[in-house]
């Protein structure tokens, strides 16, 4: 069965860093894609960045130069380094594969930037 479990949201001031973790269990990581999604409120969920097993990444725009994801094949591990973030940045993140299986979304975890 898989099931993917997101941690390490929480608040943080304009400026400030983040980092997000999420584990997968299952069949979902291997040889997949793997990305991290973002829904803000009122909003649709939107993909931010996408790694593939082999290490070739891909950014939205609103990610480039300050989020960096990584991955850990071995122990099915997909990290989010989030720094410099923004008031913008503030949502619900996700991990799925790309494209997503829908069947298998967390619950995420809550990043909120404030002051």
């Known amino acids: 069965q898989v099931q993917l479990v997101e941690s390490g949201g929480g608040l943080v001031q304009p400026g400030g860093s983040l980092r997000l973790s999420c584990i997968a269990s299952?069949?979902?990581?291997?040889?997949?894609?793997m990305g991290w999604y973002r829904q803000a409120p009122g909003k649709q969920r939107v993909l931010v960045v996408a790694m593939s097993s082999s290490g070739t990444t891909r950014y939205a725009e609103s990610a480039k130069g300050r989020f960096t994801i990584s991955r850990d094949n071995a122990k099915n591990t997909v990290s989010l380094q989030m720094n410099n973030l923004n008031v913008e940045d503030t949502a619900v993140y996700y991990c799925?594969?790309?494209?997503?299986?829908?069947?298998?979304w967390g619950q995420g975890t809550q990043v909120t930037v404030s002051s």
């Open positions: 299952g069949s979902i990581f291997s040889g997949n894609v």
């Open positions: 799925n594969a790309v494209p997503p299986k829908s069947e298998y």
